[in-house]
């Protein structure tokens, strides 16, 4: 989507994380080690769907054209404005716990302070996201830890993970001129100002797992700018298949 509306493209942003990690998680259903993190991992990813609705809709409603259907829908990968860190895959279950524990603890710091924007939309829907994004970061960190200090091969593989997705954080922090000048009006975040917040999550989550901060700089950037990996085109694909075969169908 196109739109000179900067609140409406701030709102496809979030949108679109929350988004495409629900894509990522609901590919664990039935495939979780147990049946209990399998419900979990559902439910999570049902929470960042609806969070995606929220964000989208108001984007579109901004915007004056079309719906949340049409911006999941009939949008290319060029696109979508996502961070790259949500679009990476499942890997195994220390893969998908790393990259959940490093969004979740943003999300969670960046919706606490959404819920004093100056517009009211978006202040709303980041008052009903915090509640869930805390619960996920329970989650996610709990199992973090548990597969800290559980054997020596969940230790090594939750620290691979956590080495394999910290190229992608550094992106987490990005300020543009849209960021800039909307947090400057109180209505955005500037993403800049969530690192120390993030930072004394991250060091304490990795501590009590017994984890090391990875040593190399984070480095990867541009999904704002639409400049993605190679792994978010076979997500779309997956998602947008049945309604580009079949335009207009509903249920």
Same mark, same amino acid.
């Given at each position: 989507?196109?739109?000179?509306?900067? =609140?409406?493209?701030?709102?496809?942003?979030?949108?679109? /994380?929350?988004?495409?990690?629900?894509?990522?998680?609901?590919?664990?259903?039935?495939?979780?080690?147990?049946?209990?993190? !399998?419900?979990?991992? #559902?439910? =999570?990813?049902?929470?960042? &769907?609806?969070?995606?609705?929220?964000?989208? %809709?108001?984007?579109?409603?901004?915007?004056?054209?079309?719906?949340? !259907?049409? &911006?999941?829908?009939?949008?290319?990968?060029?696109?979508?404005?996502?961070?790259?860190?949500?679009?990476?895959? /499942?890997?195994?279950?220390?893969? %998908?716990?790393?990259?959940? +524990?490093?969004?979740? #603890?943003?999300?969670v710091a960046l919706f606490s302070r959404l819920t004093a924007s100056r517009d009211p939309q978006i202040a709303a829907? @980041?008052?009903?996201?915090?509640?869930?994004?805390?619960?996920?970061?329970?989650?996610?960190?709990?199992?973090?830890?548990?597969?800290?200090?559980?054997?020596?091969?969940? *230790?090594?593989?939750?620290?691979?993970?956590?080495?394999?997705?910290?190229?992608? *954080?550094?992106?987490?922090?990005? @300020?543009?001129?849209?960021?800039?000048?909307?947090?400057?009006?109180? =209505?955005?975040? !500037?993403? $800049?100002?969530?690192?120390?917040?993030?930072? %004394?999550?991250?060091? $304490?989550?990795?501590?009590?797992?017994?984890?090391?901060?990875?040593?190399?700089?984070? +480095?990867?950037?541009?999904?704002?700018?639409?400049?993605?990996?190679?792994?978010?085109?076979?997500?779309?694909?997956?998602?947008? +298949?049945?309604? $580009?075969? +079949?335009?207009?169908?509903?249920?």
């Amino acid at each position: 989507m196109i739109t000179n509306d900067p =609140i409406a493209t701030y709102a496809l942003r979030l949108g679109d /994380n929350c988004l495409v990690l629900a894509q990522r998680l609901s590919a664990w259903c039935g495939h979780a080690p147990e049946l209990e993190i !399998d419900l979990a991992l #559902a439910n =999570i990813g049902l929470d960042l &769907l609806g969070q995606a609705r929220n964000f989208l %809709t108001y984007a579109a409603e901004r915007h004056g054209e079309g719906d949340e !259907d049409t &911006l999941v829908f009939f949008r290319d990968e060029r696109q979508f404005s996502n961070l790259l860190l949500v679009e990476q895959p /499942n890997g195994n279950f220390a893969d %998908t716990i790393a990259r959940q +524990y490093l969004m979740d #603890a943003w999300h969670v710091a960046l919706f606490s302070r959404l819920t004093a924007s100056r517009d009211p939309q978006i202040a709303a829907i @980041a008052a009903k996201a915090i509640k869930e994004a805390r619960y996920h970061l329970r989650f996610s960190r709990g199992w973090m830890v548990r597969l800290g200090q559980g054997t020596e091969l969940s *230790t090594q593989r939750m620290q691979q993970a956590l080495d394999n997705a910290w190229r992608f *954080t550094a992106e987490l922090f990005d @300020a543009d001129a849209l960021d800039i000048a909307l947090s400057e009006q109180g =209505i955005a975040v !500037d993403p $800049r100002t969530l690192r120390a917040e993030w930072e %004394t999550e991250i060091a $304490r989550g990795f501590c009590e797992a017994g984890l090391n901060v990875p040593a190399d700089a984070a +480095y990867r950037r541009g999904g704002k700018q639409g400049l993605h990996t190679e792994h978010l085109g076979p997500v779309l694909a997956e998602m947008q +298949y049945l309604q $580009r075969m +079949y335009p207009a169908q509903q249920w």
